[in-house]
């Protein structure tokens, strides 16, 4: 079964500092990797689609890298309406769900 | 431009009722999802289809059933309620496997 664990489970950082979230998974057969954010409230709102080992992909102060074991989402001198929970997904085989993982809860602090 | 629109955004009811959940996508997309996402923020997938057709029924209770009358649109209609079934909703859409699905906003659940 695929399996899709993401760390931290919650980051507070201040305005300003960076840092890497991390999503390891286990799957046979990765298709697809897939970043959201999803703010209170809303609907996960699609970042970033990644395909391969090597692959990166960037968005204003987001950038997102793939290994054959985990992906990171860098974020890159935060503001805090980059306040939200990042949610990470595979899609795997030739199954066209996503697995999702538990996100990370990221407060950006002024 | 709302593209994929879940009515209603909250619903509360009794257990033992019945109930059902809209979903419409103007996107164009073909493949349609309902995902349930409970107190902990997991979401997890509950039925696709794609052109009218079921393609994935994960271990849902015979309680949910799934109603495509066109590829636009996908509603859920809930039998029995019970208070295990409170949870936020997602319908999503995706133009083909591989390819982002798109979330509406979700509607909250809850059973008293």
């Known amino acids: 079964e695929d399996q899709v664990t993401q760390s931290p489970e919650a980051l507070r950082l201040q305005e300003g500092e960076s840092s890497s979230l991390n999503c390891s998974y286990t799957?046979?057969?990765?298709?697809?990797l897939f970043w959201y954010r999803q703010d209170p409230g809303k609907g996960p709102e699609f970042l970033f689609t990644?395909?391969?080992a090597g692959e990166e992909k960037e968005k204003e102060r987001l950038k997102a890298t793939l290994t054959k074991k985990e992906s990171f989402l860098h974020i890159t001198a935060p503001k805090p309406e980059d306040s939200a929970t990042y949610l990470c997904?595979?899609?795997?085989?030739?199954?066209?769900?996503?697995?999702f993982g538990t996100g990370t809860r990221l407060t950006i602090i002024p | 431009d709302t593209a994929v629109s879940q009515t209603p955004k909250y619903l509360v009811t009794q257990m033992g009722n019945d109930k059902s959940i809209k979903c419409e996508q103007n996107?164009?997309?073909?493949?349609m999802y309902w995902y349930k996402q409970d107190s902990k923020k997991f979401l997890k997938i509950m039925f696709s289809?794609?052109?009218?057709?079921?393609?994935i029924n994960e271990t849902v209770p015979n309680r949910f059933s799934p109603k495509s009358p066109d590829k636009a649109h996908l509603n859920l209609h809930i039998n029995s309620l019970e208070l295990g079934d409170s949870a936020v909703y997602f319908c999503?859409?995706?133009?083909?496997?591989?390819?982002?699905?798109?979330f509406g906003d979700g509607t909250r659940l809850s059973i008293l």
């Open positions: 999503a859409s995706s133009q083909a496997i591989m390819r982002p699905q798109h």
């Open positions: 799957v046979s057969g990765l298709r697809g």
């Open positions: 990644l395909y391969s």
């Open positions: 997904a595979v899609q795997a085989g030739g199954n066209e769900k996503l697995t």
């Open positions: 996107l164009g997309h073909d493949t």
């Open positions: 289809y794609n052109n009218k057709e079921l393609i």
